[in-house]
Structures are given as C-alpha cells and as structure tokens.
C-alpha cells in the first residue's frame, strides 16, 4: 500500500484534537498522538514540526470549521445562531481547545489571526446583509445615551448566546448530564430574535 500523506495529516489531526481537548498544550503528549494516529512521532514531526505548532493546526482547524458552519446563505439571524449552536453542540472538543488556549496563555494567536479574521469577516457580512448597516440598539436604550451595535457587537453577542451551554461545566460521570438540544436550539432563536426585536 502507497503512503497517503494526506491520510496520514488527517490522522494525526484528528489524535491531536482528541489529545488537546483532554489535556491542554502543556498536558498532551507527542507519544499519544503518534500512537492514535498510527504514526511515528518522526513522521507527526515531519508533518507538523514542534507540538506548539500541531495545537496551532489544530485550533486553526478547529476555527475553519466554525467558519464553514458560518458560511452558508442564511436567511435570517436567528438561522445563523442556530447554525453556530449546532456546529458547537456537534463538536464539544473545540471549545475545549479554545479554553486550553486562553488558560494556558502559550498559544500563538498571530498565528491564528489570518483564520479567524475570516470567520469574523464571513460572520460579520451575514449580520450586516441580514440586519442592515444601520445596527442600532432600541429606542429606549438610545434615549439612554447608549452607541448603536457595530455589526462586530452583534455578531460577540450572537456567539455568546449561541455558545451559552458549553460554557457550563460538565456534571460527574455518575449524574450525566442529558441536555434537551432541541428546547436549547429553540432558545437560541428566541433570544436572538428578542436581541434583535
């Protein structure tokens, strides 16, 4: 059988995110994810270079996907929330990855920029298309003296609320936790179309 380079990155991208989901950049070891991925380490290495770099493809990924999950032709702002809550409820490892990240304060974020400014320019165009330019917040809050809402706030406050339930923290495998996915997607909708009202 050739070797498949292409088949060997999948694997070893799809060890690593299961490695740094479950024990950080400083906690993951190079020998686990060559053993899951079937590889060497000299061949991870090859691929990859060091392990900071690996937890950079990983992350990117992580985030491209996001940006696919945002990238359809929405048809309304509440769609696209949902589409970010089923992406995220789809994949729990990324917001892992995204934690590991921020608490161990190691990764590189220049090297992350290029991906995420484009799920934020993606993102961004679908509100501005959807809402209009003139984001603004309601009559109330305006004759309070408060800015009107950047296409940017409105897309921060989507994801808030589109990514509230994998902020909580996991219940003990003895109490698993059994989420309604379907009543939190609703909510989802509604409070984003009560955010927007």
């Known amino acids: 059988m050739a070797y498949d380079a292409d088949e060997t990155r999948r694997r ?19 020998d686990r994810i060559a053993a899951a991925a079937a590889c060497s380490k000299e061949r991870l290495y090859a691929h990859y270079g060091d392990k900071e770099s690996l937890f950079t493809a990983v ?19 509440e769609d696209f929330a949902v589409a970010v809550f089923d992406h995220l409820v789809d994949n729990p490892a990324n917001q892992r990855l995204l934690a590991w990240a921020r608490l161990e304060q190691r990764h ?25 330019a003139s984001l603004a917040v309601d009559a109330t809050a305006a004759s309070a003296g408060a800015p009107p809402w950047s296409p940017d706030d409105l897309f921060a ?17 003895d109490q698993p936790r059994t989420p309604d996915v379907d009543a939190q997607r609703a909510i989802v909708r509604v409070a984003v179309g009560r955010l927007l009202g």
């Open 12 to 30: 070893i991208l799809a060890a690593a995110t299961a490695e740094f989901a479950e024990h950080g950049l400083a906690g993951a070891r190079v």
């Open 59 to 77: 992350l990117n990924a992580s985030f491209a996907h996001l940006g696919q999950a945002a990238s359809a032709d929405f048809a309304s702002v």
């Open 108 to 132: 590189d974020w220049a090297a992350s920029f290029g991906v995420l400014e484009s799920v934020r320019a993606t993102s961004v165009g679908h509100l501005e298309r959807l809402v209009g």
């Open 157 to 173: 406050l989507v994801l808030a609320i589109a990514s509230a339930w994998v902020q909580l923290p996991g219940l003990p495998d």
